[in-house]
């Protein structure tokens, strides 16, 4: 994954020493990840830090794009993105919006 200022860091890292919440988001610019972000915004970074708990949203776009959402959503935990979308190809993660399971 990229940090906001384009270094590589090793999915793995991510929680490899610490527990972590990672979420997947589709894409920035879909409406219902902007205001599922701007709710994880309001998770207080106190309670985070109590429970040794890391809150990381990855995204699909490119790195540029990290602190204008950011900025957008009030969102201040931790942002990666996968513009390549390895890891969302290695958890069988698709594209667009069809679910065929009932």
Do not use: W
């Amino acid at each position: 994954v990229l940090d906001a200022d384009g270094r590589s860091i090793p999915f793995q890292a991510l929680y490899l020493e610490r527990k972590a919440i990672v979420i997947f988001v589709r894409n920035f610019l879909c409406y219902t990840c902007k205001e599922y972000v701007e709710d994880l915004a309001k998770v207080p970074k106190a309670f985070l830090q109590e429970a040794n708990v890391r809150l990381i949203v990855i995204g699909q776009s490119s790195y540029h794009h990290i602190k204008p959402f950011c900025s957008l959503t009030g969102y201040t935990h931790e942002m990666y993105v996968d513009p390549q979308r390895e890891i969302y190809k290695m958890l069988g993660m698709k594209r667009g919006e069809g679910n065929n399971v009932s």
